[in-house]
């Protein structure tokens, strides 16, 4: 009786092994799915990122050389106005 207990016993162990390593692959292969979709998020922000800080350098650039031209303008409509209508 003892014998066929231990004859039994890994059969039934091994069964469950067999399930269980068939269960974490499947898992394995989720999880493998989910890190790949999110390293193709994580490209995918990265770009946009990029983009949007050269959108704001541009910006940036473009505003100095605004302010450059305002302050020129500035200048000359003060130094063409006559002084005593300002104020």
């Given at each position: 009786?003892?014998?066929?207990?231990?004859?039994?016993?890994?059969?039934?162990?091994?069964?469950?092994?067999?399930?269980?390593?068939?269960?974490?692959?499947?898992?394995?292969?989720?999880?493998?799915?989910?890190?790949?979709?999110?390293?193709?998020e994580?490209?995918?922000?990265?770009d946009?990122?990029?983009?949007a800080?050269?959108?704001?350098?541009?910006?940036?650039?473009?505003?100095?050389?605004?302010?450059?031209?305002?302050?020129?303008?500035?200048?000359?409509?003060n130094?063409?106005?006559?002084?005593?209508?300002?104020?």
């Amino acid at each position: 009786m003892w014998n066929m207990m231990c004859d039994v016993m890994p059969t039934i162990s091994e069964d469950n092994i067999s399930q269980r390593s068939s269960q974490f692959s499947g898992e394995d292969a989720n999880f493998e799915q989910l890190m790949v979709s999110m390293l193709d998020e994580r490209d995918k922000l990265m770009d946009s990122l990029r983009e949007a800080q050269e959108r704001l350098n541009e910006s940036e650039v473009k505003l100095t050389e605004t302010e450059k031209e305002r302050d020129s303008l500035q200048r000359q409509i003060n130094a063409n106005l006559p002084q005593g209508r300002m104020g």
